[in-house]
């Protein structure tokens, strides 16, 4: 099951078809066709690959992750012998969809969120960058490169409870085939969503593509009076044949599971929400942040919490992974409304056991979002940036104070950059419920004055260093940036030459 599927072979198609002028930029393509191009060719190059990876607990996929510009998303560094190079991901690969949701024109904070929300299994839709902007070019920045599954077109996770007739399918098999589940008509699977002449691909969250019928035979008969099942119907097996799709878990959509994560709104009280957070090991030996002493009456009961919850994410953004004073860091940052999700117990096992994030089956189908990035990010970071003159004006009459604490883990929550053909500093991220954005500090902002001193002069990244250690508050005053058009306003030097700091995911 865990295999990248699609075009792989790309570079010796790129080099025989056509000539890359190696300067050129994101808004200006050069392709240069050799005599004997074939218009399938292009069109098979341009066709996405598919990428599916797996980490395990407390690991990362083995990918890194950057930002460049208008370029989004793009792969920066694969590391040797982890999921992404065995899979296929490739070093300037950029993102265009995570598992079903396509993401090739959503922001860089968004990808990474999607990513990590979708737990220790992943399927990414990529395409070589360059590959990426001649497409662009061939068919407009409007065309959408990333093909869709459709609605209801995805695998399905049916959990079946055995009855009086068992669980109401047999198996149908050939030598070297995949295994088809025959149905009984009103049976267990039936009613557990399993469609007809569905493609048996999963038991209990395992392959089952290199099973014998023996094995798998054994696999059930071990599975009790319950059973989870990863099936493919065949319509949804002729739609990712065509895409070169493989059929992978992280599409699936829930049918009839026991247990489902819960969405919890908190509005603080008098008495504060009144829960307990706490870190610890879970029954599988997790560590993991759970809930505890939940007091009667009070804002966590009524909106539904468990003593024993274990919390899965904090406004859309998943916690796993996060330290304790991060996460509590990430819960006061929300104020005195706060979103959380949780899994009880019998979630926690269970998803789990499939090897999928409990938050990609919420009940709810509204997508978690949050409006900044969650990158964890340092006071200061400098990067070499181009040297022609990009600047953008300042908003007259525009600046504005703002005094920050470091948050408890240390750190104020957000990066600077500079530009060397003007002297100044701005602010090039912001971290999701740090002290910059409690305060309000924004992408583009301009640093004008740090604890009353004045920023714009040959030695302001080393009058900033020296300030990051200073005690705190840090007194900020900030100037915004005038931005021109419909379009988001980024920072001066925002392209394809600017390399700011990549995730690990």
């Not at 690969?93 to 968004?110: F, H, K, S, T």
């Not at 003593?307 to 406004?315: C, K, Q, S, T």
Request: glycine fraction near 12%.
């Amino acid at each position: 099951m865990e295999a990248a599927t699609g075009l792989r072979d790309t570079a010796s198609l790129t080099a025989r078809k056509f000539e890359f002028n190696p300067k050129w930029g994101i808004d200006n393509p050069v392709l240069s066709l050799a005599e004997d191009f074939d218009p399938s060719d292009l069109q098979r190059l341009q066709r996405p690959r598919f990428c599916l990876l797996s980490k395990e607990e407390g690991g990362s996929f083995g990918f890194h992750l950057q930002e460049l510009g208008r370029a989004g998303p793009v792969v920066c560094r694969v590391d040797p012998g982890t999921s992404a190079q065995y899979q296929g991901l490739q070093e300037g690969d950029r993102i265009l969809g995570v598992n079903d949701r396509v993401v090739e024109c959503e922001d860089y904070a968004v990808v990474v969120r999607c990513i990590r929300a979708s737990g220790p299994r992943v399927l990414l839709t990529v395409l070589a960058q360059h590959v990426h902007d001649v497409a662009r070019a061939q068919q407009g920045n409007s065309a959408r490169l990333c093909p869709p599954l459709g609605p209801g077109v995805r695998p399905r996770l049916c959990h079946v409870v055995k009855d009086e007739g068992g669980f109401g399918f047999s198996v149908s098999y050939s030598h070297q085939d995949p295994f088809w589940l025959v149905l009984s008509t009103g049976g267990a699977a039936e009613r557990a969503g399993v469609p007809p002449g569905a493609r048996l691909l999963e038991v209990n969250g395992v392959s089952v593509e290199k099973f014998t019928y023996h094995q798998l035979s054994r696999k059930l008969w071990q599975s009790g009076d319950q059973v989870t099942l990863l099936v493919a119907g065949p319509e949804v097996e002729e739609r990712c044949r065509q895409l070169g799709m493989p059929l992978a878990a992280p599409l699936a959509e829930g049918w009839a599971l026991p247990t489902r994560p819960r969405r919890l709104h908190l509005k603080k009280g008098s008495q504060g929400f009144g829960f307990l957070l706490r870190e610890e090991k879970g029954l599988d030996g997790r560590p993991g942040q759970f809930l505890w002493e939940v007091d009667p009456g009070l804002p966590a009961e009524k909106a539904g919490m468990q003593a024993g919850d274990r919390l899965v994410a904090v406004a859309g953004e998943s916690v796993e992974g996060l330290g304790h004073e991060e996460t509590v860091a990430r819960i006061r940052a929300q104020g005195s409304c706060v979103s959380l999700i949780v899994v009880d117990p019998k979630a926690d096992r269970f998803f789990s056991m499939v090897r999928l994030s409990p938050l990609l089956f919420l009940e709810s189908t509204e997508a978690p979002a949050s409006p900044q990035e969650t990158c964890s990010a340092s006071l200061v970071e400098t990067k070499d940036l181009p040297v022609e003159d990009t600047a953008m004006p300042l908003v007259p009459g525009g600046s504005r104070q703002c005094s920050l604490y470091p948050a408890p883990g240390g750190g104020y929550g957000f990066r600077l950059s500079c530009v060397a053909s003007e002297p100044r500093i701005f602010i090039s991220q912001v971290t999701l419920g740090g002290s910059a954005a409690q305060a309000g500090l924004q992408m583009g902002d301009v640093i004008l004055e740090v604890n009353g001193y004045p920023m714009g002069g040959e030695n302001d990244l080393e009058k900033l260093q020296q300030l990051a250690v200073a005690e705190p508050p840090l007194h900020l005053k900030l100037a915004a940036r005038s931005c021109q058009g419909s379009e988001a306003c980024n920072p001066p030097g925002y392209g394809e030459d600017w390399a700011p700091g990549s995730e690990l995911l």
